[in-house]
């Protein structure tokens, strides 16, 4: 019993009928809600909250759902959310036998270990419901394809459509969470719909307030410009300085931690096959799962890219090296996993700038000018960087107190 689930009053049999008293629902399903308009972000969220306390009440009682769908979620009068159907769908793995008793779409919301007839737990609903927002924000799923064979390959090997395709605006937060919840592997999900609804519900407040808008640079990516003399020249000075930089905090940060810092003897290591002959200082995810560092390609361009662990596919998820003389010396993820922190040597300034990026990739943004080698807070909420006026001129670096220049990172960006 629980306000977002049909309450079932029975399940009865009359001869050889069997047939199943519920609650009548006065509303619309949640697919034919976005089909006749699209929902606001702020709406979705709040319908997504709802669904997500509905199934972290049946996972806590022991069922799964495992027919998670837009059809099979209803939107009432009160503009209450209703999961319906709990139970009707509980055959393991059974792809056949699930498409005989509903449409193919239901295809489009099976988790990876659902379709290979694995065993599935409460992780494979996660993924549906993570199906289901992308499908409220945007109107389409994030897998598609022509016919099932098509359908069932980009589910079990494509990365999901771009949410920021359809959504330009759409929150760091909230692409965090369709991340975590459309990965491919279910040990690298949300592990429990209440972590989910966590994070939209911190979504949700930051949809809410009222947060400082930064003008994004023209991406020029397909324009092409030689670098002349003088910005080879402005390059190397600034390599030489940030190099020199890297040397000065990193010896700032043993003085001032040596006392606190222990190595641990028995620590095992991975070595990861990064497919680039020239990388930069990479960044790992608090999670321990993701690798962002700054690449230069065949033909020498740098960008940034991410790449999940265990996987070692590098996606680019910059194109700067149109207006770039050097992408970055280092790469670093924010504590939720949703942006990365980087800099680079502006082309047209000769400046350098902290510019962050989705980690699904996208438009980068400039928070701040003249900065380099940027690390987050712990909280999130803020970035800390070097300052630097002009190449080879340093005019702040780390302290006792913590860093000497802040920029403030609220909501999105």
């Given at each position: 019993?629980?306000?977002?689930?049909?309450?079932?009053h029975?399940?009865?049999?009359?001869?050889?009928?069997?047939f199943i008293?519920m609650e009548y629902?006065?509303?619309i399903?949640?697919?034919?809600?976005?089909?006749r308009a699209?929902?606001?972000?702020?709406?979705?969220i709040?319908?997504?909250?709802q669904?997500?306390?509905a199934l972290?009440e049946a996972h806590?009682?022991?069922?799964?759902?495992r027919d998670i769908?837009?059809?099979?979620?209803?939107?009432?009068k009160k503009?209450?959310i209703?999961?319906?159907d709990f139970?009707?769908a509980?055959l393991?793995?059974s792809?056949?036998l699930?498409?005989?008793?509903?449409?193919?779409?239901?295809l489009?919301?099976m988790?990876?270990e659902?379709?290979?007839?694995?065993d599935?737990?409460?992780?494979?609903?996660?993924?549906?419901?993570?199906?289901v927002?992308f499908?409220?924000l945007?109107?389409?799923l994030?897998?598609?394809?022509?016919h099932?064979?098509?359908l069932i390959y980009?589910?079990?090997?494509e990365e999901?459509?771009s949410?920021?395709k359809?959504?330009?605006d759409?929150s760091g937060?909230?692409?965090h969470?369709?991340?975590?919840?459309?990965?491919?592997?279910?040990?690298?999900?949300?592990q429990?719909v209440a972590?989910?609804v966590?994070?939209?519900?911190r979504a949700?407040?930051?949809?809410s307030r009222?947060?400082?808008?930064?003008?994004a640079?023209p991406?020029r990516?397909n324009?092409?410009?030689?670098?002349?003399t003088?910005k080879?020249?402005?390059?190397a000075?600034y390599?030489?300085s940030m190099?020199g930089l890297l040397i000065?905090a990193a010896?700032?940060?043993?003085?001032?931690?040596q006392s606190?810092?222990?190595?641990n003897p028995?620590?095992t290591?991975?070595?990861?096959d990064?497919?680039?002959?020239?990388?930069?200082?990479?960044?790992?995810?608090?999670?321990?799962k993701?690798?962002a560092?700054?690449?230069a390609?065949?033909?020498?361009?740098?960008?940034?890219?991410n790449?999940?662990?265990s996987?070692?596919?590098?996606?680019?998820i910059?194109?700067?090296?149109?207006?770039s003389?050097?992408a970055?010396?280092s790469?670093n993820?924010?504590?939720d996993g949703?942006?990365?922190?980087?800099?680079?040597?502006?082309?047209?300034?000769g400046?350098?700038e902290i510019?962050?990026?989705?980690?699904?990739?996208?438009?980068?943004?400039?928070?701040?000018?003249?900065?380099?080698i940027?690390?987050?807070?712990?909280?999130g909420?803020r970035?800390?960087?070097v300052?630097?006026?002009n190449?080879?001129t340093i005019?702040?670096?780390p302290s006792?107190s913590g860093w000497?220049?802040?920029?403030?990172c609220?909501?999105?960006w």
């Open positions: 019993n629980h306000p977002n689930i049909c309450t079932i029975a399940i009865e049999e009359t001869g050889h009928d069997q008293v629902v006065d509303g399903t949640l697919r034919e809600k976005f089909s699209p929902i606001a972000v702020k709406e979705a709040t319908y997504a909250i669904i997500g306390e972290e806590g009682n022991g069922i799964v759902h769908k837009s059809d099979n979620i209803m939107v009432n503009n209450q209703k999961v319906m139970g009707l509980k393991k793995g792809l056949k699930t498409k005989a008793t509903s449409t193919v779409g239901t489009g919301y988790a990876p659902q379709i290979q007839g694995a599935s737990d409460h992780r494979s609903d996660i993924f549906s419901f993570g199906v927002l499908e409220m945007t109107g389409h994030p897998f598609r394809g022509e099932d064979a098509a980009s589910i079990l090997n999901p459509e949410l920021q359809f959504v330009p759409a937060e909230i692409l969470v369709l991340n975590s919840a459309l990965e491919k592997q279910p040990e690298d999900r949300y429990t972590e989910m966590r994070d939209l519900r949700q407040k930051q949809t009222v947060s400082r808008i930064i003008e640079v991406d990516s324009q092409e410009r030689p670098i002349t003088e080879k020249n402005k390059r000075l390599l030489a190099a000065v010896a700032i940060f043993l003085l001032l931690s606190s810092v222990e190595l028995d620590m290591i991975k070595v990861l990064i497919p680039f002959t020239e990388i930069q200082y990479p960044g790992l995810s608090p999670d321990g993701w690798l560092f700054p690449a390609d065949a033909k020498g361009r740098w960008d940034i890219y790449m999940h662990a996987s070692g596919e590098a996606k680019r910059t194109n700067d090296s149109s207006r003389l050097f970055s010396f790469a993820i924010s504590p949703s942006l990365i922190a980087y800099n680079l040597l502006n082309s047209e300034t400046k350098s510019r962050l990026v989705s980690a699904l990739g996208g438009m980068s943004r400039v928070v701040a000018g003249g900065g380099a940027a690390k987050w807070k712990p909280d909420g970035i800390g960087f300052r630097v006026s190449p080879g005019e702040h670096y006792s000497k220049e802040l920029v403030d609220p909501a999105g």
